[in-house]
Nanobody
Framework: VQLQASGGGLVQPGGSLRLSCAAS????????MAWYRQAPGKQRGLVAA???????NYADSVKGRFTISRDNAKNTVSLQMNSLKAEDTAVYYC???????????????WGQGTLVTVSS
């Protein structure tokens, strides 16, 4: 299973970006999907998560500004980021909890990371 993230880049404060992540490979089912981020010198932390049924949760720092969504038919997860701030600068990683076959257990997979830089 591979997770391919895209959409990072440089944006000015107050701007918007949309991150996307597609899961591919042998996939029977995907449970939770999420975005994490890691700023320089800091630990990786949860930004937003979404369950298969669509329930979501967000880090307090991004509530009201970021929106996570998923397409179960396409095995994708997206993160719409609005009103970006300098402190949102980080490498963003997508995450998925996957069952590869009907008889396998749940496994955690990570994307390669995409850099988001918020700066004027």
């Amino acid at each position: 299973v591979q997770l391919q993230a895209s959409g990072g880049g440089l944006v000015q404060p107050g701007g918007s970006l949309r991150l996307s992540c597609a899961a591919s490979g042998t996939i029977f089912s995907i449970g939770s999907m999420a975005w994490y981020r890691q700023a320089p010198g800091k630990q990786r932390g949860l930004v937003a998560a979404i369950a298969y049924g669509g329930s979501t949760n967000y880090a307090d720092s991004v509530k009201g500004r970021f929106t996570i969504s998923r397409d179960n038919a396409k095995n994708t997860v997206s993160l719409q980021m609005n009103s970006l701030k300098a402190e949102d600068t980080a490498v963003y990683y997508c995450y998925a909890r996957v069952r590869r076959t009907s008889s396998s257990g749940w496994e955690d997979y990570w994307g390669q990371g995409t850099l988001v830089t918020v700066s004027s």
